[in-house]
């Protein structure tokens, strides 16, 4: 059974939203991930880390994958996902911290 992620797409910090979409959908599948669901935030959205753990777990996901770190506003919403959720790249894997981690 494959593992479930949603992508996570930040139009403020991306200059080719079709190439970054493209992105997540290739390293998915490369993964071997299900892909569910986009997430897709900006400067304005309102709580971005709430919206990106609840979207997660509605489509039992377990992996957000985004097209660079960049794509997490900050730091600290970085650290919060990864609590529920592995975070992938194309260069680099964070491990959920989360007491469920697969």
């Not at 592995?86 to 469920?100: F, K, Q």
Request: net charge negative.
């Amino acid at each position: 059974m494959p593992i479930n992620a949603i992508g996570l797409l930040n139009r403020s910090v991306s200059d080719s939203w079709l190439r970054d979409e493209r992105m997540i959908i290739d390293l998915s599948r490369a993964r071997g991930y299900q892909l569910a669901h986009t997430v897709t935030i900006d400067a304005d959205t309102y709580m971005p880390t709430t919206l990106i753990v609840w979207t997660a777990h509605q489509h039992a996901a377990t992996v957000v994958v985004a097209p660079s770190v960049e794509h997490f506003p900050n730091a600290s919403i970085q650290n919060a996902v990864a609590l529920a959720c592995v975070l992938v790249t194309p260069t680099r894997t964070i491990p959920s911290l989360g007491a469920d981690a697969p």
